[in-house]
């Protein structure tokens, strides 16, 4: 039992490129969120999904993507990154919210 | 808009001492109130959840109380140790499960 699992841990882009964060779960949860962490905040929900086949945007949505690929993955995906979108991102499951370990991206 | 407030921003305690973590909030309607831990690195752990009815939970060393009419918690850590350096993250959910996180209180522990 694996919990939430994030792949990659660390990433470096360049601006303008695309990335997508891959998230799943073993826990047979419904719901499924993405967030980013940056210093001196708190947590932001980028977009969730509170069932398979659902998804909903979130408090900073602009400039994501994302796709509930079946109950246990969730990914997001960065169509064009921007140096604002460096952050750590971070998946969660459940209203109980597990999370993942976090993916580190830096937009240079 | 719905706000949490943690304090103090970073604190140091010296091994086995105890300290009180601070978190003031304006969400509403009110639904629930989070603790977590997170280590440097990785991602949050739950330690407490408490509804509207319930003005204390404890999860061995950390006890969490909350008082709903002033919009007030906190967290508690008795007997600290080297492992509970971290940032205590408290988050507050909404009746539309909207969570509501708080920037985090950074613990320091020094033997």
């Known amino acids: 039992n694996a919990g939430v699992t994030q792949t990659p841990k660390f990433q470096v882009l360049k601006t303008g490129q695309s990335m997508t964060l891959q998230c799943a779960q073993d826990?047979?949860?419904?719901?499924m969120y993405w967030y980013r962490q940056d210093p001196g905040m708190g947590l932001r929900l980028i977009y969730y999904?509170?069932?398979?086949?659902?998804?909903d945007k979130g408090e900073v949505p602009n400039g994501y993507n994302v796709s509930r690929l079946n109950k246990r993955e969730f990914s997001l995906r960065l169509e064009s990154a921007a140096p604002s979108q460096t952050s750590v991102y971070f998946c969660?499951?459940?209203?109980?919210?597990?999370f993942g370990p976090g993916t580190r991206l830096t937009v240079t | 808009k719905n706000q949490v407030e943690q304090s103090p921003q970073s604190l140091i305690i010296l091994e086995g001492k105890n300290c009180t973590l601070q978190?003031?909030?304006?969400?509403?309607?009110?639904?629930?109130l989070r603790w977590y831990k997170q280590d440097t690195g990785r991602g949050p752990v739950s330690l407490t959840i408490?509804?509207?009815?319930?003005n204390t939970k404890s999860n061995g060393r950390y006890t969490a109380t909350l008082d709903a009419d002033t919009k007030q918690s906190s967290l508690h850590i008795t007997a600290s140790q080297l492992s509970d350096s971290a940032s205590y993250i408290c988050?507050?959910?909404?009746?539309?499960?909207?969570?509501?996180f708080g920037a985090g209180t950074t613990v320091t522990v020094r033997a």
């Open positions: 969660a499951s459940s209203d109980e919210q597990y």
């Open positions: 826990m047979n949860h419904n719901s």
């Open positions: 999904s509170a069932s398979e086949g659902t998804t």
């Open positions: 978190c003031n909030y304006t969400v509403s309607p009110f639904s629930n």
């Open positions: 408490m509804t509207f009815s319930e």
């Open positions: 988050v507050v959910g909404a009746n539309d499960y909207k969570l509501s």
